[in-house]
């Protein structure tokens, strides 16, 4: 069974800095692609930045293009999320996707077969 575990939520003023880590355990074969979701209160949940985990492709949501760097350490099963310049509006449970169908890596709910159980991101004004 796949498990995918966040952590480095936190509280955190305009302007600062956290890394989120995603780490993947129970899977016989790599995702295909990874990606970190946002969900605050009231609203539906939004993708923030996906990656294919063999490299060459990474997508952004437009609220974080220039703030938020997503990435991977393939020899230890972690998918990062480095947030800088945060903001109030980045405030929201932030969850770990993985998805195994080849070919098929954005924002599409779809194309994910796991999930995390989440980590929160407060960001103070």
């Known amino acids: 069974q796949v498990q995918l575990a966040e952590s480095g939520g936190g509280s955190v003023q305009a302007g600062g800095s956290l890394r989120l880590s995603c780490a993947a355990s129970?899977?016989?074969?790599?995702?295909?692609?990874m990606g970190w979701f946002r969900q605050a209160p009231g609203k539906e949940r939004e993708g923030v930045a996906v990656?294919?985990?063999?490299?060459?492709?990474?997508y952004y949501a437009d609220s974080v293009k220039g703030r938020f760097t997503i990435s991977r350490d393939n020899a230890k099963n972690t998918l990062y999320l480095q947030m800088n310049s945060l903001k109030p509006e980045d405030t929201a449970m932030y969850y770990c996707?993985?998805?195994?169908?080849?070919?098929?890596?954005?924002?599409?709910?779809?194309?994910?077969?796991?999930w995390g159980q989440g980590t929160q991101v407060t960001v103070s004004s």
């Open positions: 996707a993985a998805g195994f169908r080849i070919g098929y890596c954005s924002f599409a709910k779809t194309a994910f077969n796991y």
């Open positions: 129970g899977y016989t074969y790599t995702p295909y692609c």
């Open positions: 990656l294919t985990t063999g490299g060459g492709f990474s």
